[in-house]
């Protein structure tokens, strides 16, 4: 057992244990990785002196001249898996780099009637403007070989020089509106091609920085605080920019025409940039690969190269049944979430409740999400348990909120109240959800590298919504249908996770290894 941990940490630094204790090991995934990863972190051990002999035994020609000295060479024993405190000033600046993202993304959907208003955008534009966020995940794949081969703070700088750029593409100040509509265009583009790295590399983080018992709850922070981002767009927009009607409660009494609305988004738009600009800044000046020790025996083995993750994965049939027990309520609910307020409207509750609506059933579901994420860490092997709960819940709040909408039908009591929590319910069940799949993905396929294996599910989920959301063009006259794919993808996902079986790859390494 310490022989095989003995090669995963030196798999990781180097110069841990002598060459000679080192058993061979198949060098995976090292055609992918740079030779500053590979590069020893400690320097090599000091060859060992043999004492020589004396000179006047030596000229007698005894025994001693004849036959070497045998001096026993003392091996050092593996180190103990270690952590630093900087780890949670890594993802302190990965979990702000998420939110921003997720704050830009969602900066026109709660100020569409303004936008309208002071830049002549059209219900299409509007819609363009929150598409570009699954656009961006099409060149995904490319994010998670980057991340593979070059580490975290490569992608990571990379993804935040993308906000940068896209969030001051925004903000030029062109009079042309048709200018100025492709520029806005052109940098929620940017953005949403960020959304690869935000939203797939948190288990890659907690691996590479955190020991085992913290793993569950760094994916939940690093992970949630992209959703907690669109949230706050909720809050920022309507706060802050009026409406046509002038009822924005920072107006404070001044007229809300067209040029007043225009100057009060070019502030949040600035604003933004700035937030964003600092983000970039602080990653420039410190956002390492990885710790100069790693934290666990999983952290510091090899895994399996580009071509054969992608081999592994496709021909787990374990691995594709939880990929579609994630990808598809997922897909579905962030499809229904998009248009809630068009969902709502024939049941006679505003825009504005909407998006409280909206917000609280995200934020609800990031509190809820790290709090099972601890749970998780504490009591371990118990990830299956905690989805087969979690879908339950969503099975039952989506199929509530369903049987509310056809009051006409079910007779049941349709009120805001009703509304309000089985449709808050239904997003503190499934945004919870999200972290607890993504430790379960990578414990089930380790040794694919975890920003391969959360990059695939998450574009399956993105396929999931467009192919919903494809549909809705063409049967968007009644909402019935679209309620009902609400609980049918939920108990399907249920009824997968309750076929699955589980296995902790990943963690037995962790605990069986290490003793």
């Known amino acids: 057992m310490r022989l095989g941990r003995a090669a995963a940490l030196g798999a990781w630094g180097g110069g841990v244990a002598s060459p000679a204790a080192r058993p061979a090991a198949p060098q995976m995934g090292l055609g992918w990785s740079s030779a500053e990863e590979r590069r020893p972190l400690l320097p090599p051990a000091p060859p060992q002196r043999r004492p020589q002999q004396p000179r006047g035994a030596a000229a007698a020609g005894g025994p001693a001249a004849a036959v070497p000295v045998a ?31 997720g704050l830009v993304w969602n900066s026109w959907g709660p100020i569409q009637n303004s936008a309208r208003l002071a830049f002549g955008f059209s219900g299409w534009d509007i819609a363009l403007l929150v598409f570009w966020g699954p656009i961006g995940f099409v060149p995904c794949f490319f994010f998670m070989w980057l991340m593979d081969k070059k580490g975290l703070r490569v992608t990571v700088l990379l993804t935040s020089s993308l ?94 025409n067209t040029e007043h609305i225009k100057d009060r988004i070019e502030a949040v738009l600035y604003a933004e940039f700035g937030m964003v600009s600092l983000i970039f800044s602080a990653a420039l000046a410190y956002f390492p690969s990885r710790p100069p020790f790693p934290p666990s025996v999983a952290a510091a083995s090899q895994r399996l190269s580009y071509r054969r993750s992608f081999c592994r994965l496709l021909s787990n049939f374990r691995f594709l049944m939880i990929a579609l027990a994630y990808a598809i309520p997922l897909g579905v609910f962030s499809g229904w979430s998009g248009v809630l307020d068009l969902i709502l409207t024939p049941v006679h509750v505003s825009q504005v ?51 509310t909408c056809l009051n006409s039908v079910t007779h049941l009591p349709l009120t805001t109240a009703t509304l309000y929590t089985s449709c808050i319910l239904l997003g503190i069940f499934l945004n919870s959800s999200v972290p607890i799949f993504f430790e379960l993905f990578v414990e089930t396929v380790y040794p694919v590298p975890e920003g391969i294996t959360c990059g ?17 063009t063409f049967y968007h006259t009644e909402f019935s249908w679209f309620n009902w794919c609400l609980p049918g993808s939920c108990l399907l996902s249920l009824l997968l996770i309750l076929c699955f079986r589980e296995s902790y790859d990943r963690l037995y390494l962790d605990v069986v290894v290490s003793v």
């Open 353 to 403: 409740d909407a998006g409280w609506i909206g917000f609280w059933s995200i934020v609800g579901g990031c509190v809820v999400g790290i709090a099972m994420a601890r749970f998780a860490d504490f009591i371990r092997g118990m990830l299956k348990f905690i989805l087969l709960l979690l879908l339950s819940g969503a099975t039952l709040a989506s199929t509530w909120f369903t049987l």
């Open 71 to 101: 001096v026993p060479v003392r091996r050092l024993a593996p180190a103990a898996g270690r952590v630093y405190g900087r780890r949670w000033l890594v993802l302190l600046l990965f979990s702000v780099l998420g939110f921003a993202q």
């Open 456 to 472: 695939v599910i998450t574009f399956l989920s993105n396929v999931f919504m467009g192919v919903l959301l494809f549909f809705l």
């Open 163 to 256: 906000m940068v750029l896209g969030a001051g593409l925004r903000c030029v100040p062109v009079s042309d509106l048709e200018i100025r509509k492709k520029l806005i265009h052109g940098g929620q583009l940017l953005n949403g091609l960020a959304g690869p790295t935000v939203m797939n590399a948190a288990p890659f983080l907690s691996t590479t920085w955190f020991s085992p018992d913290e793993r569950a709850t760094a994916t939940a922070i690093a992970s949630l605080l992209n959703y907690l981002g669109a949230a706050g767009a909720f809050l920022v927009g309507p706060l802050v920019v009026p409406s046509p009607n002038g009822t924005s409660h920072l107006l404070l009494g001044s007229e809300g």
